[in-house]
């Protein structure tokens, strides 16, 4: 009697180069696993830089000396070769899970790849390399009220801890500058509507930037106090350098120069269970396909 194949999971994300900031990509695929215990479980970075950065870094003995427990990401390949090296034992189907925050260009290249490789045909069905494979959505989905109230329920906590201490909360989320991200917007007003007027968001890459941003809390009045966080998976380069860098030009500069106390939480929302439990409930409605 022939025997199904095994399935598997990819997660999907840009990376970090960060070893800090690795704990949150750590905990949504540990999260993963709970829920899928019988599914190998992999994770891929789309970039480049950052892989080349990690492979640099295997034959770094002083580095792993000081970062102990990191081996997997020294091999960390891109989605496409994770995708081909699970095939190595014959097709199975596979399940890849975004955990981009919104439909933004990576994601949607990340689509492509998949919906091309979904349209694999070859003569003998036997040998199409994925007899399934099939890509769960980003955090915020396709922008949907439903997405939304998700990820607000998600970030309630914190939203409800900045508000709560007499504060205004701002995300600084990465956007595109070359993408009309309205799902932020979006996100803002529920959030807004869940905890008051003090919930900002803003973008790295489009609008509103930290100037726009800074200028709606002083307008909204009432707070002098901030806490920056980044609405990104992990706290990498964009929180460190962008968001809580000394001087005037990152976030918490700006802030501060403007005379507000800031408290910067740099940690990624990957590392929140309650958001990395989003990626799993999108993996489980993609689950009943391998049935």
């Given at each position: 009697m022939k025997t199904q194949p095994s399935p598997a999971i990819v997660l999907a994300a840009f990376g970090t180069s960060d070893p800090e900031a690795l704990t949150a990509l750590i905990n949504i695929k540990q999260r993963v696993a709970l829920s899928f215990p019988n599914i190998e479980v992999r994770l891929a970075f789309t970039s480049g830089f950052i892989r080349r950065i990690w492979r640099k870094r295997s034959g770094d003995?002083?580095?792993?000396?000081?970062?102990?427990?990191?081996?997997?990401?020294?091999?960390?390949?891109?989605?496409?070769?994770?995708?081909?090296?699970?095939?190595?034992?014959?097709?199975?189907?596979?399940?890849?899970?975004?955990?981009?925050?919104?439909?933004?260009s990576e994601y949607l290249d990340l689509k492509s790849l998949v919906e091309q490789?979904?349209?694999?045909?070859?003569?003998?069905?036997?040998?199409?390399?994925?007899?399934?494979?099939?890509?769960?959505?980003?955090?915020?989905?396709?922008?949907?009220?439903?997405?939304?109230?998700?990820?607000?329920?998600?970030?309630?906590?914190?939203?409800?801890?900045?508000?709560?201490?007499?504060?205004?909360?701002?995300l600084m989320g990465h956007g595109n500058e070359h993408m009309k991200m309205t799902v932020y917007g979006d996100l803002e007003r529920e959030l807004r509507r869940l905890h008051g007027p003090h919930v900002h968001i803003g973008l790295v890459e489009g609008e509103p930037g930290p100037d726009r941003v800074l200028e709606a809390v002083v307008k909204g009045g009432g707070v002098r106090r901030v806490v920056l966080a980044p609405l990104m998976v992990v706290a990498g380069e964009h929180a460190k350098k962008d968001m809580a860098a000394e001087g005037t030009e990152s976030w918490a500069g700006k802030f501060k120069s403007r005379g507000f106390e800031v408290s910067v939480r740099l940690t990624g929302l990957g590392s929140l269970d309650s958001w990395a439990d989003i990626y799993v409930e999108h993996l489980k409605r993609l689950a009943g396909e391998l049935k």
């Open positions: 003995c002083e580095f792993q000396a000081a970062h102990p427990g990191l081996d997997d990401f020294y091999g960390v390949l891109n989605p496409l070769s994770t995708l081909a090296a699970l095939q190595e034992n014959g097709p199975c189907p596979v399940l890849v899970q975004s955990l981009h925050v919104a439909e933004g490789l979904a349209g694999i045909r070859t003569q003998q069905p036997s040998m199409r390399p994925f007899p399934l494979i099939a890509l769960g959505e980003p955090a915020l989905g396709d922008g949907s009220a439903n997405y939304i109230s998700r990820a607000a329920e998600a970030l309630g906590p914190l939203a409800f801890d900045a508000v709560n201490e007499g504060g205004a909360l701002v």
